[in-house]
């Protein structure tokens, strides 16, 4: 079976992917700009068991919790020739900070655009 922190990861993957299809350069967003945007809480319920080889499709919305914060809600499906079915449903949490001060950040603009693409509803 599929260790549960590696589905987190495949979410995150899904989230960088998302990223970048609006042309977001990621070595900059994670490493170069002047605003972090760590994660600060996750959470993954989990319905079947997911095992090495099995084809998942992740899907993901977004909502914005306040000014600097905001959540992404994903369900990853496994898919086969007969069926797709939910295996688990995932939240991660992101918080803006400056990332010398560490202070509470607003969102940014090109983050908030991107947001608005992945809303519930949009």
């Known amino acids: ?21 609006t042309g977001v350069n990621l070595r ?8 972090a945007i ?19 499709l992740v899907k993901f919305t977004a909502q914005t919790i306040n000014s600097g914060v905001f959540q992404l809600d994903y369900q990853l499906f496994k898919q086969s020739a007969e069926d797709t079915i939910l295996v688990a449903t995932a939240m991660t949490k992101h918080s803006c900070i400056d990332r010398h001060q560490r202070q509470k950040r607003d969102i940014p603009d090109n983050v908030r655009q991107w947001l608005a693409q992945w809303a519930k509803g949009g």
């Open 1 to 21: 079976m599929v260790y549960f922190a590696n589905l987190l990861h495949i979410c995150h993957e899904a989230y960088e992917a998302s990223l970048r299809s």
């Open 28 to 35: 900059q967003f994670f490493e170069a700009g002047e605003i």
């Open 38 to 56: 760590p994660i600060i809480h996750s959470d993954i319920d989990f319905f079947v068991p997911v095992y090495l080889g099995d084809l998942l």
